[in-house]
């Protein structure tokens, strides 16, 4: 190991060098001065983080906590009183949703997994071809084409299920495709919430969300989740 | 007091301060770190029964501090590179000036200059005192690319403190 390569690994994390690099500190009188100076500059950089704390600051936390209890409980003493009303509610609702197409449990997961993961809509990275394509193998699934314009390919628990989390570059801002190989839905339903819409496909094996923006386009998504259907396989 | 509650309040009084100071570093801001530390603690109480290993509840505790952050963006429709570059036009705006600062607030003011993906890492690391590993489950990005930033976000450090990168620095 040379000096540029020691100082590299010593700028990453100084507590965690392998043993190599260990080995060259030991030799390199030159290195072993590098490396007190970045011991000193990592002790003033922890000192500059160390901003003041509000004053009772868990304690704040903790008395909205117990305020936030208490008006579970009177919502429910109320909840309680309106009993009655509220099964036939519904009741109403349920017989509804045996006509019209409503919200269902995958719907609700997949946008609460959005809400969950929301920080994934803000990278900004390019992931290859080759790296998308690895991640579905993780997942017995291969992509008949090349999926393009990913800026985020991961793999998660979905709810109680679990499937492959990608965002692409959308024409109106980032789009989220969860494929759900182990969550299957009949046909393509459209859903939406405060934040977001999306659409649920049903894929050759398991379903497809594509949800993007409240304000974005829901024929793009729709596109979407038509490309995905056809380019998503289950691995041979 | 039932478990639940025991354990919420133990997790607060021990964490509390590293989320604030994280959530700080996000944001820049010490009263929205407040609110970003709250709302997502009032979160992890809802979701404490996910919670399966007491050791990482301080990572899944910064996590939800992060993703609190980034809702809190989409919520009032600012980017994140927008929310660096308006603090950063108030820090060329202030009454910095180098020379005259003591080192920790010189410092300080560097650390605020970095890009956002820098500096969280950054902090997580020297602050939070996490792993490489920690911090790529805390931020959903890979390993390779947490240590990369983070050799990224010292070197871009050092180049505003104008202390010598290593590629400039005269090895033996």
Redesign the interface.
């Known amino acids: 190991m040379n000096c540029l390569e020691y100082r590299r690994l010593a700028l990453q994390d100084i507590n965690t060098l392998p043993e190599q690099a260990q080995r060259h500190h030991d030799e390199c009188a030159s290195c072993q001065s590098f490396t007190h100076e970045l011991a000193g500059f990592n002790a003033s950089l922890k000192q500059s983080m160390n901003v003041d704390v509000p004053e009772g600051l868990a304690d704040r936390i903790l008395l909205q906590q117990s305020f936030g209890l208490a008006r579970a409980k009177r919502k429910q003493s109320r909840i309680r009183l309106t009993a009655l009303a509220a099964s036939i509610v519904l009741g109403l609702v349920l017989s509804l949703r045996l006509i019209l197409p409503g919200t269902n449990e995958l719907e609700q997961t997949v946008l609460a997994h959005v809400h969950d993961e929301i920080s994934h809509l803000y990278e900004n990275r390019k992931v290859s071809g080759e790296k998308v394509g690895e991640l579905l193998a993780s997942i017995d699934t291969r992509a008949m084409t090349r999926i393009n314009n990913v800026r985020y390919a991961g793999t998660c628990p979905i709810g109680k299920t679990s499937g492959a989390h990608l965002v692409l570059e959308g024409q109106s801002g980032p789009v989220t495709v969860l494929y759900l190989p182990e969550a299957s839905v009949r046909k393509t339903i459209t859903f939406s919430d405060d934040s977001f819409q999306g659409v649920l496909t049903p894929g050759k094996r398991g379903s497809i969300a594509v949800i993007g923006d409240k304000h974005s386009n829901m024929e793009e998504l729709q596109d979407i989740g038509k490309r995905m259907q056809a380019v998503l396989r289950p691995a041979a | 007091m039932d478990n639940k509650h025991k354990q919420?309040?133990a997790l607060?009084?021990a964490c509390?301060?590293d989320l604030?100071?994280y959530a700080?570093?996000l944001c820049k801001q010490?009263s929205l770190a407040?609110d970003l530390?709250?709302e997502a603690?009032?979160r992890a109480?809802k979701s404490l029964h996910t919670l399966q290993d007491v050791v990482s509840a301080r990572a899944w505790l910064m996590t939800i501090v992060?993703?609190e952050f980034?809702?809190h963006?989409?919520?009032n429709k600012r980017?994140?590179q927008d929310w660096d570059e308006h603090i950063d036009n108030q820090l060329s705006m202030s009454s910095y000036q180098k020379d005259a600062a003591t080192?920790?607030?010189a410092?300080?003011q560097a650390?605020e200059q970095l890009p956002g993906e820098y500096r969280e890492l950054?902090?997580l690391?020297?602050?939070g005192g996490f792993?490489?590993d920690e911090m790529a489950e805390i931020?959903?990005?890979s390993r390779n690319?947490v240590?990369?930033r983070?050799?990224r976000a010292?070197?871009k450090?050092?180049s505003i403190l104008e202390?010598p990168e290593?590629?400039k620095?005269d090895?033996?």
Do not use: A, P
């Open positions: 919420f309040e607060v009084r509390s301060s604030y100071r700080y570093w010490s407040e530390v709250q603690c009032l109480w992060r993703n980034y809702r963006c989409k919520k980017l994140v080192d920790i607030m410092l300080r650390i950054l902090v690391q020297v602050d792993s490489g931020t959903g990005i690319t240590m990369t983070v050799f010292r070197q450090l050092r202390i290593i590629k620095v090895l033996s």
